[in-house]
């Protein structure tokens, strides 16, 4: 189990195969993947396979990591960067909905910019997010990012496409 970055209130680890569970309860929830053109796995035993395949970490040396709450070890949700279809670097986060309003997604995708632009060496960092999901859009304009473009994302068809550079990220004072 690798932790990747700290925060306050966070840990930020690479997914083991134990997440499982986890990870289906959290993308079994309706309101939780609602925007995310995402399919629920079918089963544990389905997300044990995609956690098992998973190869970010080996091919890229970055990718979604699990968030836990860094006092009680309690798995929270995902954040964390990843290679997209178009060659591009791009945010994502994902929580419990118990666990939504809490600060923590805005929390977890700071320290993913930081650790994106700082220990990375990244120049550009996007955020995707339908239309209508106001809250990951606060989030992503919370964190620095500027509305880029409107487009099709894995099947939603008006994606918003927010960027923050590493230069626009330094002069927020981080």
């Not at 932790?3 to 309706?30: G, V």
């Not at 309003?101 to 955020?127: Q, V």
């Amino acid at each position: 189990m690798k932790t990747i970055l700290e925060t306050d209130r966070l840990m930020l680890r690479e997914f083991i195969l134990d997440d499982a569970q986890k990870i289906f309860s959290l993308n079994s929830d309706p309101e939780v993947t609602r925007y995310t053109g995402d399919l629920p796995f079918k089963s544990e035993k389905e997300a044990t396979l995609f956690l098992s395949n998973y190869q970010d970490y080996k091919k890229y040396g970055f990718g979604r990591w699990a968030v836990l709450d860094k006092k009680t070890k309690l798995f929270l949700g995902w954040c964390g960067l990843k290679r997209n279809e178009e060659n591009l670097i791009d945010l994502g986060f994902r929580f419990f909905k118990n666990e939504w309003n809490k600060g923590f997604a805005t929390e977890s995708a700071t320290a993913c910019i930081y650790y994106g632009f700082n220990s990375l060496g990244f120049d550009k960092i996007i955020g995707r997010a339908a239309q209508e999901n106001i809250a990951s859009i606060k989030v992503l304009e919370k964190i620095g990012m500027h509305y880029w473009k409107t487009d099709v994302c894995h099947g939603i068809t008006n994606a918003h496409y927010y960027m923050i550079t590493k230069e626009a990220f330094t002069k927020k004072g981080y």
